[in-house]
């Protein structure tokens, strides 16, 4: 089945870095486009980046110029770089891919925690 497991969340000072991962499993890899989102809490999930098939990428306006989305299609992982951290990032990140072909639905990791101190 298909199973997406976020890592590389923690703690850290505004300005800094952190590197999320997910990897993914149970579905054709290199034909999804995968997304995050992130969730703070008290606040509707939003979504953060998009990486296509073909390696096209977007980013929310908040994130732009400071987060980059890539991926790696032999091991089945997406990555989320985020550099100048701010205290408005922190929240739990998620790792996304809509799965199916006539009907796509939605699937989910756990979700990593990302906190961003002042």
């Known amino acids: 089945q298909v199973q997406l497991a976020e890592s590389g969340g923690g703690l850290v000072q505004a300005g800094g870095s952190l590197t999320l991962s997910c990897a993914a499993s149970g579905f054709i890899f290199d034909n999804a486009a995968m997304r995050w989102y992130r969730q703070a809490r008290g606040k509707q999930r939003e979504w953060v980046a998009i990486?296509?098939?073909?390696?096209?990428?977007n980013y929310a306006d908040s994130v732009k110029g400071r987060f980059t989305i890539s991926r790696d299609n032999v091991k089945k992982l997406v990555f989320l770089q985020m550099n100048s951290l701010k205290p408005e990032d922190t929240a739990v990140y998620y790792c996304n891919a809509n799965i199916g072909t006539l009907s796509p639905r939605p699937y989910w990791g756990q979700g990593t925690q990302v906190t961003v101190s002042s």
């Open positions: 990486i296509t098939k073909s390696d096209n990428t």
